[in-house]
Nanobody, 116 residues
């Protein structure tokens, strides 16, 4: 099982940017989920081991960008044009079943708060 360590997050105003990082103990399919206050967990983005063809939720398409540095076994989520509805705990996830909603590993979660 891949171990994941997240960093980044914080408080930002509407329209601002943040970058999340997730360091993994191995190379695998990785991505991000989030859970907003009073909401169900939802998929945000995913990226394959070669960094090609990231997949995004419609709600973040055009604003968020997933990338990875395989030399560091790290994936990134660059979040631009942030909105209050992006406020959530963001979780890094890994595993071949990630897009099915059942990743095999989870990060500890990091809070992102967007003020209006």
């Amino acid at each position: 099982q891949v171990q994941l360590v997240e960093s980044g997050g914080g408080l930002v105003q509407t329209g601002g940017s943040l970058r999340l990082s997730c360091a993994a103990s191995g190379r695998t399919f990785m991505g991000w989920f989030r859970r907003g206050p009073g909401k169900e967990r939802e998929f945000v983005a995913a990226i394959g081991w070669n960094g090609g063809n990231p997949v995004y939720a419609d709600s973040v398409k055009g604003r968020f960008t997933a990338s990875r540095d395989n030399a560091k076994n790290t994936v990134y989520l660059q979040m631009n044009s942030l909105k209050p509805e992006d406020t959530a705990v963001y979780y890094c996830a890994a595993g071949p079943m990630l897009l099915a909603g059942t990743p095999s590993s989870w990060g500890q979660g990091t809070q992102v708060t967007v003020s209006s």
